[in-house]
């Protein structure tokens, strides 16, 4: 059983930043890739960031020049450094962890920026 934990949202003004992090635990065989998707109100949850295969990131337009992500292999933990933030990013951001053979998701952070 595979379990993401995520921590580090909250509410911040338009211009600040957070950083959100995301552990994974239990059987993880493999990991073709891990990062961040986020839902708004009403939307579809749409990617934000990927880390695949350990190397190369990809991000979404949106947020390109403004949010980094990383990770740490050995520990199995993916960061996103959130600058600049817009009262557009305001969403649920969850964890996604990308196997062999399914994806698995975190439970969701809550991200909240006023104008």
């Known amino acids: 059983q595979v379990q993401l934990v995520e921590s580090g949202g909250g509410l911040v003004q338009a211009g600040g930043s957070l950083r959100l992090s995301c552990a994974a635990s239990g059987s993880i065989f493999s990991i073709n890739a891990m990062g961040w998707y986020r839902q708004a109100p009403g939307k579809q949850r749409e990617l934000v960031a990927l880390?695949?295969?350990?190397?190369?990131?990809t991000y979404a337009d949106s947020v390109k020049g403004r949010f980094t992500i990383s990770g740490d292999k050995a520990k199995k933990t993916v960061y996103l450094q959130m600058n600049s933030l817009k009262p557009e990013d305001t969403a649920v951001y969850y964890c996604?962890?990308?196997?062999?053979?399914?994806?698995?998701w975190g439970q969701g952070t809550q991200v909240t920026v006023s104008s």
């Open positions: 880390i695949i295969s350990g190397s190369s990131t």
């Open positions: 996604n962890l990308q196997g062999s053979s399914r994806y698995y």
